[in-house]
């Protein structure tokens, strides 16, 4: 998944009678649950909602890259090494085809980078903290990868044809990527000494709460979710979203021998979920406007990368530009 | 045979090293390519050279039978035990640096892997075999920026010609063989060095003369020699890096 709180730009959800035929033949072949396809009539606002959404998503593959870099020149052992790495080159590919799947609803991946530069577009809160041991590299596949995976199985069945079989792709690596992580901390909590098992559990306890905060803000203050529901680009809602990965995530934290960061997650056996504690929205909006451990460090590593890269994409096009030159002459 | 065997050793920790090394530098370009594009296909070439690391380290593992294995052998030597060539230990630079690195090992790289898919020792011809695939298609990776960036604009071609001029003199120690290499390449187990030499001087000048890049004089001996574990002081801090976990952490499991 990776986006959170997207804007819809739209107010209220307008009832059938309400639409122009256009919109109401759009609605009634999404409550038909036919795909809509890059040439098919959409409006305005879906257009942009889920272009903000993909974009969001895509920008979160690129800058999800920079907490594992952060010790892909560390990895303890040649199998690590080329797991993180191969790991980190499915991000670059997901954001490559994601980007590719925002195209075509008409948008720009140049522009849509340079309003991440700028600030005005979001990527996910979770890539604003810093990875502060190796056992972070198993608690991000878990964890993360593990609350991106139970968003986006729902997304597979999303209204927007490429986002939705995007999706799908994504999907198979990220629970490749999830197991692979949890086997990560197995092995230290298993076979490792107490310093290993310490930074495991030192890992579980800075991410935890901001993997939950991953689903977005919860219902009540979630103002776009009603169009997004009603347009099925979202399928369901963030508190469910959140319930379900807490109720996947507890069994397994158990079988890891840790524990969660929060006294009061524990079983509820009449609703037959797990109860958790409140999540500080404080830390949760802070991050999303900026002032997250690593928003500035993330922003300027994707810029710094672009503005030195530019010379030599600029290289790359004039040599092509020469080629064609030659080969029309010829 | 015992001569043989060390020999054989010595070797296939240079291979793994250049692999290694290689490959733990482009792991820094994590996040920090010109292009997504670039991302994708600098962390592909550092998957091939790091998994043919761990091929050629778990063969030397074996004939060393002292109980260290391909972990503890990349992870637990230090800079005076590494036999990687000096060219890929270098930093990085701007991407006409990284350009030419690639393009200069990548040629030698290919050059050697193509000799030893023949060689007489069966597991060395078939790690190489699988190595010579993958050298391919890096060696037209770089070659072809080599070219765009050669040939690309004013600005590229002063930074590629920078480049080459920063990293030639590292080629002679790139090219060097030895008395090891030589005994090897007589019984038929390595590639000989003056051949893959004499290949890859061809690679370079098809590859520069493409866009009128000068190929400079042969690079002089300047007293250091990868392959006896005297290296530039920049590797001592690529290992301190690479080797952390292992280090702080001695013999535990991962």
């Keep these: 998944m990776y986006a959170q709180l997207v804007e819809t730009g739209v107010k209220r959800v307008k009832s059938l009678e309400e639409m122009s035929p256009e919109e109401r033949a759009f609605q009634e072949r999404i409550d038909a649950e036919i795909k809509i396809e890059p040439k098919n009539w959409m409006p305005d606002a879906y257009r942009q909602t889920l272009i903000r959404q993909i974009s969001q998503h895509a920008h979160s593959e690129i800058v999800g890259m920079l907490p594992e870099g952060n010790w892909v020149t560390r990895a303890p052992t040649l199998k690590r090494k080329l797991q993180l790495m191969a790991k980190i080159q499915d991000e670059a590919g997901h954001g490559m085809y994601l980007y590719s799947a925002m195209e075509t609803l008409g948008a720009d991946r140049d522009e849509e980078i340079d309003k991440l530069h700028a600030g005005k577009a979001k990527y996910s809160s979770i890539f604003n903290y810093p990875t502060l041991n190796w056992a972070d590299m198993g608690a991000v596949g878990w964890l993360v990868d593990g609350a991106a995976i139970v968003n986006q199985v729902v997304l597979q069945r999303t209204s927007y044809g490429p986002y939705s079989r995007a999706m799908i792709r994504i999907c198979k690596e990220e629970s490749f990527h999830q197991r692979q992580g949890y086997e990560i901390l197995l092995t230290m909590m298993r076979h490792g000494n107490q310093a290993q098992k310490d930074m495991v559990q030192d890992a579980i306890n800075r991410l935890w709460w901001p993997s939950l905060m991953m689903f977005g803000p919860s219902d009540a203050d979630s103002p776009n979710s009603a169009q997004s529901m009603s347009w099925k680009i979202k399928r369901m809602s963030n508190d469910d979203l959140r319930q379900r990965f807490i109720d996947q995530t507890v069994p397994q934290l158990e079988f890891l021998g840790c524990t969660a960061p929060d006294p009061d997650l524990k079983w509820n056996e009449e609703r037959g979920h797990y109860d958790f504690g409140q999540i500080n929205w404080q830390e949760f909006y802070d991050v999303l406007k900026g002032n997250g451990p690593c928003n500035r460090e993330r922003i300027a590593t994707r810029r710094k990368a672009l503005d030195d890269g530019k010379w030599v994409r600029e290289a790359a096009v004039a040599h092509a530009a020469k080629r064609q030159q030659k080969q029309n002459a010829a | ?254």
């Design chain 2, 1 to 254: 045979m015992t001569d043989n065997k060390n020999d054989l050793i010595e070797y296939l920790l240079r291979l793994a090293d250049n692999a290694m090394i290689n490959g733990q530098r482009l792991c820094e370009w994590c996040g920090h390519a010109p292009a997504l594009e670039e991302e994708m296909a600098l962390m592909n070439v550092a998957l091939d050279l790091v998994g043919q690391a761990r091929n050629w380290y778990e063969y030397a593992a074996e004939l060393l039978a002292d109980g260290r294995d391909a972990d503890r052998l990349a992870f637990t030597r230090d800079e005076r035990d590494f036999r990687n060539t000096l060219l890929v230990e270098q930093p990085n630079g701007d991407y006409a640096v990284t350009t030419a690195k690639l393009f200069l090992f990548d040629a030698w790289h290919l050059h050697t892997l193509q000799a030893l898919t023949a060689s007489k020792d069966e597991r060395i011809a078939a790690i190489a075999a699988k190595g010579v695939k993958e050298a391919t298609y890096h060696l037209r990776r770089s070659g072809e920026w080599v070219e765009r960036l050669g040939d690309g604009t004013e600005e590229s071609r002063q930074r590629m010609l920078a480049a080459i001029d920063e990293l030639w003199r590292f080629t002679g120690d790139l090219l060097a063989g030895d008395a090891i290499q030589q005994r090897l390449a007589e019984a038929g187990i390595a590639a000989d060095a003056a051949a893959v030499a004499a290949a890859w001087q061809a690679t370079v000048e098809q590859v520069f003369g493409a866009t009128n890049l000068p190929v400079p004089q042969p690079s002089s001996y300047f007293y250091l020699d990868g392959k006896k574990g005297l290296h530039t002081e920049h590797l001592g801090i690529l290992l301190a890096e690479m080797q952390f976990l292992q280090r702080a952490y001695p013999g535990a499991t991962w």
